[in-house]
């Protein structure tokens, strides 16, 4: 079984602050995580996704996020973060294990606001 | 057209009426997928077709029927809907033994 809990329903920041969204897994197989975007009116965007190997994971628009076995967490950073971040941000698990298709188990998400 | 496309974009029906949402993907991919995101829900996965067969379904009303007749293409067929089945209906797609999906922009569904 796998579960997925996004800390913080909500996340307000500053433009040019640093982002962090905290995402926490359990799963009973070697994940697979990923971390979708989701602007207004539109499907999810994939921002990146950790598959086993280096546990420091870049993705677009200067997002990263970093596994942490010992803490089952894979949070999501950016640096600085701009206006066009505001959006539904989700963090999903894998443990289909090589089946024939993927089973991603999502967490509830995580609206960031970002501020002028 | 490229990645996922999904029709109709947003869609209002009666309880009685009978709709089919479609999608269809340009990625090369063979497995498809249906989810349902309500407000303050997490995402659902409602079916999942893997070679043009069904291989999943999570314990989906039978007024939603699902229809998969090639890799590329997959419907949603809707019939005597309730109102707490208004939601945004994503489709997604993967490639068969991987487990990234890429999703369409959805079918923002409004029952009256």
């Known amino acids: 079984a796998q579960s997925v809990t996004q800390l913080g329903s909500h996340v307000s920041v500053s433009e040019g602050a640093l982002v962090l969204l905290r995402c926490n897994y359990s799963s009973s197989v070697p994940p697979y995580l990923f971390w979708y975007v989701q602007y207004p009116n539109q499907g999810l965007q994939l921002l990146l996704k950790y598959t086993s190997a280096a546990t420091l994971v870049k993705g677009i628009n200067g997002f990263e996020a970093e596994f942490k076995k010992s803490e089952t967490s894979f949070h999501l950073t950016k640096p600085s973060a701009h206006m066009s971040d505001a959006a539904e941000y989700f963090c999903?698990?894998?443990?289909?294990?090589?089946?024939?298709?993927?089973?991603?188990?999502f967490g509830q998400g995580t609206i960031l606001t970002v501020h002028p | 057209e490229t990645g996922v496309t999904q029709t109709p974009r947003h869609l209002v029906m009666g309880m009685t009426n009978k709709k089919s949402l479609k999608c269809e993907q340009h990625l090369g991919h063979n497995a498809m997928y249906w989810y349902k995101q309500s407000a303050k829900k997490p995402l659902e996965l409602m079916f999942v077709y893997s070679l043009e067969e069904r291989v999943e379904n999570n314990s989906v009303p039978s007024r939603f029927s699902p229809e998969c007749p090639n890799s590329s293409h997959l419907f949603l067929h809707l019939h005597t809907l309730q109102p707490e089945d208004s939601a945004l209906y994503l489709c997604a797609s993967s490639l068969k033994g991987t487990d990234t999906q890429y999703f369409g922009p959805g079918t923002r569904l409004t029952v009256l």
């Open positions: 999903a698990v894998s443990g289909s294990g090589g089946t024939s298709y993927g089973k991603l188990t």
